[in-house]
């Protein structure tokens, strides 16, 4: 391998080689802890081990904290990419709001931390990459080509035979919230709505599931990737937790993605199932699309967004709204797209959108007091925005939705479901039931035949808070 020796004394120092390397799954076991994946539709799937760097951020500033904190990172940078896909980026998350990462299972979880992984594995279309990122005074050029060289060589001889894990299987599962508490809870939180106090407030739930078998982490992720190529996976573990958490998911809704001065974001609200036929199917999404409950619930989510992000933009086009179907739910789904009227950093965009009343409500504040009055756990990243940063300000951004987080032997699921004015309780019941499947389907082992109905009746294991 060439060495390119540099004159000047960077503190980041970034080398990317192309590889030989099995599939994803083994060098993602290989690989040491903290480990990220990023694997967004139609790009490159990103598997991150260790932390070259990390950046964290606290209270109300989280947003401002993370950005001057990559800003230095990037700032003078000795970087030799081979490859767009392979650039350094820095992935990580934010809490959905200051002090949701208080209790379990979210204690190893800052309210924001990225991280540029000191090995990342990038597969790509144009081949597999390897990049080593070094930071710091003792980062130098020559120490990274010979850590490149070393890590290629490992990677490539890393045993790839193992067969795939079985799903785990659930023991026992436990809702924090009763059916008589949600029924309670959406019925304060729509007089609220009648009343005109709010105009939306999204509810959610969340489910401890005490899995039969370790959390197969790599093969599940392969799983959500096979059923979900058309959202954004994520997956994340926080620095030095001995308990092995990790928080993973396969959202359809996108925040934001910003390359230079061009936006592209969704709004995606209004929810219906899957049929049992094509004709099923088409019947429902027709439903969906007429159905003036759902269509309010969603305009005022695409309208905000637009609203937004009008302080940033030249131009913003909203698409036609038309139905997203996903292996177990369909959703209304507005594109927006915007340019920008200067250069920006993704991160100030994230900040405005966040949280949208996709995921939120409105207006935002009393949403938000609504939510914490309301729910009997703590948000922690779910419906956050989870994503990357790159040097340029460039980065994507997914809503952490169709999630949980995972230690060997349990998870916990969050779902949620936004309220108007004519929402039944029972209904959305069902609908939050639908939005475990995703993460519930890789849990359950379905070759026996248990639990196979966890997520929508009330299967004998599952217990209420009551
Ligand atoms: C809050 C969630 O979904 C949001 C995104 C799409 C559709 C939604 C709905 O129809 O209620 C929610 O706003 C979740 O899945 O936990």
């Not at 597999?128 to 930071?135: C, F, Q, R, S, Y």
């Amino acid at each position: 391998m060439e060495r390119a020796r540099s004159t000047s004394s960077p503190s980041l120092v970034s080398r990317t080689v192309e590889i030989d390397a099995p599939a994803f799954a083994a060098v993602f076991d290989a690989l040491p802890a903290p480990r990220t994946t990023w694997n967004a539709p139609d790009d490159a799937l990103v598997l991150g081990s260790g932390a070259a760097a990390t950046l964290t951020g606290r209270g109300a500033d989280r947003f401002a904290d993370v950005r001057t904190a990559a800003t230095d990172l990037f700032d003078s940078g000795d970087v030799h990419a081979g490859t767009e896909a392979a650039r350094p980026r820095v992935f990580g998350g934010f809490a959905f709001h200051v002090g949701s990462c208080d209790g379990d299972p979210w204690k190893p979880f800052p309210e924001a931390r990225f991280v540029l992984p000191r090995v990342q594995v990038t597969f790509a279309d144009n081949g597999i990459w390897l990049t080593v990122n070094a930071i710091g005074a003792n980062a130098s050029v020559d120490d990274v080509e010979d850590r490149l060289e070393a890590e290629a060589e490992r990677i490539s001889g890393i045993d790839a035979t193992a067969e795939r894990p079985a799903r785990p299987g659930i023991i026992a599962s436990h809702r924090t919230t009763s059916r008589e508490a949600w029924r309670t809870g959406v019925e304060a939180a729509v007089d609220r709505i009648r009343g005109g106090d709010l105009q939306k407030v999204v509810l959610a739930q969340a489910l401890e599931a005490e899995l039969s078998a370790p959390f197969p982490r790599a093969a599940t992720l392969e799983r959500l990737a096979e059923k979900y190529p058309d959202c954004h996976r994520y997956y994340f573990e926080p620095d030095g937790d001995d308990r092995g958490s990790a928080f993973f998911g396969a959202t359809p809704e996108r925040l934001v993605a910003l390359r230079g001065r061009t936006v592209e974001t969704d709004a995606l609200a209004g929810t219906t199932g899957r049929g049992e036929t094509p004709e099923e199917d088409e019947w429902l999404s027709r439903e969906l699309l007429d159905d003036a409950k759902n269509v309010h619930e969603h305009q005022l989510v695409a309208e905000t967004v637009c609203d937004q992000l009008k302080p940033f933009a030249a131009s913003i086009s909203a698409g036609d709204r038309r139905v997203r179907r996903l292996a177990t739910v369909q959703h209304l789904h507005t594109p927006i797209t915007a340019e920008l009227d200067d250069d920006r950093h993704v991160l100030e965009l994230v900040e405005a959108l966040h949280p949208t009343p996709a995921v939120g409500g409105l207006p935002p504040d009393r949403a938000l007091d609504t939510i914490r009055e309301a729910e009997p756990f703590d948000r922690g990243w779910y419906a956050a925005p989870v994503g990357w940063i790159d040097a340029a300000g460039n980065g994507a951004f997914a809503v952490a939705i169709r999630s949980a987080v995972a230690r060997p032997r349990r998870a916990t699921l969050f779902a949620g479901v936004g309220l108007v004015a004519d929402s039944d309780p029972d209904r959305e019941w069902d609908e939050v039931q639908l939005k475990y499947r995703p993460i519930l389907d890789e849990l359950e082992d379905v070759s026996d035949g248990r639990g196979e109905n966890l997520g929508t009746a009330e299967a004998a294991e599952v217990t209420d808070d009551t």
